[in-house]
């Protein structure tokens, strides 16, 4: 139940400002400045989680690395923070907190882990490492999905597809040379036979005679 001086909360983003000072008022002042920059990165709707809501992707928040947090994270401050709450672990806790307490609070509907449904998704089929993957994107906004997507694709560009080559015509079948045609002038030949057998042959301009062969 709130207080009676507390604001009721129906947007996510009161939500989150919520849990935020909460978290401020209770974690030690060593982790105040990783909670201001996971804020920024909730409220910047960098923070995916699985559709079971136990697991997340985090975005950096320049836009160009990806922090799986499954229990913990593979950023380099997650081995220096206190009890490993990097900017990355920190996000996940804010904003699965906010989800539950604007579901609480009788707000959007929760579904599964009570985190709040993304208006805005898209499938896409990469090859990565040679695996064919498919990889889904979920937003809030669908100008900034598509600049996610135009990033993604960017950096697993696909090779373009090798062209099909055109199917060669058949060869026309070669046509029988007829009987007593000269190769050679392109012209037909006179038969002639005597002791020694038969055979073809035309008379040239110079008077030698030519038996149409090549």
């Not at 995916?48 to 799986?68: I, M, N």
Request: charged share 20%.
């Amino acid at each position: 139940m709130q207080g009676l001086g507390e604001a009721r909360i129906s947007t996510f983003t009161q939500a989150v400002k919520r849990t935020f000072d909460i978290a401020m008022a209770r974690l030690p002042e060593a982790l105040h400045g990783h909670l201001e920059r996971a804020h920024a990165l909730v409220l910047h709707r960098h923070v995916f989680p699985d559709e079971h809501g136990k697991h997340a992707q985090v975005l950096s928040s320049d836009g160009t690395r990806w922090y799986p947090v499954n229990g913990h994270c593979t950023c380099m401050d997650a081995s220096r923070t206190p009890q490993g709450l990097c900017k990355h672990k920190l996000a996940f806790g804010l904003y699965r907190r906010a989800s539950e307490l604007l579901a609480s609070a009788g707000g959007a509907p929760a579904r599964g882990s009570a985190l709040p449904e993304a208006p805005a998704s898209v499938n896409v089929r990469l090859c990565i490492g040679g695996a064919d993957v498919q990889w889904t994107l979920r937003d809030q906004d669908e100008d900034r999905l598509a600049e996610r997507l135009a990033r993604l694709l960017a950096r697993f560009p696909q090779a373009p597809a090798a062209p099909v080559p055109a199917a060669a015509a058949p060869a026309a079948p070669a046509q029988p040379t007829p009987e007593g045609w000269c190769l050679v002038h392109g012209i037909s030949m006179k038969l002639n036979n005597n002791e020694r057998g038969r055979w073809y042959s035309h008379r040239l301009e110079d008077g030698a005679w030519c038996k149409g062969k090549k």
